[in-house]
């Protein structure tokens, strides 16, 4: 019999096509190689998987409901918008559903501490809350800039117990922060495991962080399959690093349905004005993995800006690299504007407040409703918009109904 996609890839190195890979310092060949083999062993064990299960649902609310959004479907005048709602997850997003999977990889490893870089703040509060459950120690390096832009993350941080390591060289932003918990892993990687955010990084963490976040569309194609006796015609989910969107559509990935991937534009198609990596970037070697990447003139990672402090990533998972690549997923985007507007819509509409990341997939499923009036589409709604509405209403007024 043929193999099927995830069976396929990535393949024994982590690539998949020509992306992926590791591309690390020495000194960190034999924990990520550690890290590898505990991960293939663990992930056929079904003490691990029926623990995970457990806390998936008696911790995390799990399973989370997919709802059809009849009022902004009809609003769209065409096809039928659903959503499935990771935003009710416990901490109000997906990131979550890896983060207390690797936290429990690092129990299995005996480990004490897991540990990461964190750039808006949302994947420090999800590992910190995973580290409290398993009573682990927890270490989050963050920008200078971003501790002092994202405070009540960093607040959070602290309350769950977790060590925030301000990062003060360059622009004092994600990259500097990558930098600097590369380093400080180096010297604790017997003690501690690097816990990363999304599906990028070196080799095992973009399969490892779509195996943990499959969960995602593996509920939301029974859900679906119950209300409608059907597969969605579109999946639609908006792409920083592109877990949430792997974590949908690795379900839905030998089938005949539309994988819908949204970056975000931003204020404009210039460098430095979005983070809309896979349309306009080139290949490139960042942060251990080989990927569609922004560069600037010097070939460094280029600055990107989102108003979704999320998905402002210069590069992108290397699976979604190549399933773009050979045409199974459609990537498309999304500016700052229309992103406002879904995150209006959507919460006047349905009583839902979307995180602005989200809500640049629910515009793009917006237009694609007005313009496949038969289609239906099943968004992954990534996470609630709570932590976003002061910084929304000071900048973009409240419209009226
Ligand atoms: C972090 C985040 C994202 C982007 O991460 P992916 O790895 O691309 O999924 C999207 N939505 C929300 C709510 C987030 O917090």
Do not use: W
Not at 208 to 230: C, H, L, N, S, Y
Request: proline residues 5%.
């Amino acid at each position: 019999m043929e193999k099927s996609y995830l069976e396929s890839y990535p393949d024994k190195n982590g690539y998949f096509g020509k992306y992926g890979g590791a591309y690390i310092p020495p000194q960190l060949e034999k924990a990520f190689e550690e890290i590898n083999e505990a991960y293939d062993k663990l992930s056929k064990s079904h003490e691990f998987l029926s623990e995970l299960k457990l806390i998936r649902k008696h911790y995390q609310g799990r399973p989370t409901p997919v709802y059809y959004a009849k009022n902004l479907s009809e609003y769209c005048g065409g096809g039928q918008i659903y959503f499935k709602r990771e935003d009710l997850n416990h901490t109000g997003a997906h990131k979550l559903n890896h983060c207390m999977a690797e936290a429990l990889l690092a129990k299995y490893l005996g480990k004490t501490k897991i540990m990461a870089e964190t750039g808006a703040g949302q994947h420090g509060v999800a590992l910190a809350t995973a580290a409290a459950y398993f009573g682990l120690d927890c270490e989050i390096h963050m920008g200078e800039v971003d501790i002092e832009k994202e405070h009540p993350n960093v607040v959070r941080m602290q309350i769950l117990g977790a060590k925030v390591v301000p990062v003060g060289h360059g622009l004092k932003t994600l990259k500097e922060a990558v930098d600097s918990c590369f380093e400080a892993y180096i010297s604790q990687s017997d003690t501690a495991l690097y816990a990363i955010g999304s599906v990028v990084g070196p080799h095992p963490f973009p399969k490892m962080v779509r195996d943990f976040q499959r969960v995602v569309g593996i509920e939301a194609k029974e859900q679906f399959f119950e209300m409608t006796g059907k597969l969605p015609d579109n999946c639609v989910a908006c792409i920083g690093g592109g877990s949430n969107a792997m974590g949908l559509f690795s379900a839905f990935i030998d089938d005949p349905v539309k994988l819908h991937g949204v970056e975000p534009l931003g204020i404009g198609t210039k460098l430095g004005q979005h983070a809309a990596s896979l349309t306009f970037g080139e290949e490139g070697i960042m942060h251990g993995f080989n990927s569609i990447m922004l560069k600037d003139e010097k070939g460094e990672p280029a600055p990107v800006y989102s108003v979704g402090s999320g998905i402002d990533y210069p590069s992108v998972g290397p699976e979604h690299a190549h399933l773009s690549q050979i045409g199974r997923t459609i990537v498309g985007t999304c500016d700052d504007a229309d992103a406002i507007d879904a995150f209006y819509k959507l919460s006047q509409l349905e009583g839902i407040i979307p995180a602005l990341e989200s809500a640049h997939a629910v515009a793009y499923a917006m237009k694609l409703a007005k313009e496949n009036p038969k289609d239906s589409i099943l968004v992954n709604l990534s996470g609630r918009g709570d932590k976003d509405i002061d910084f929304v209403v000071e900048k973009y007024p409240i419209p009226t109904k």
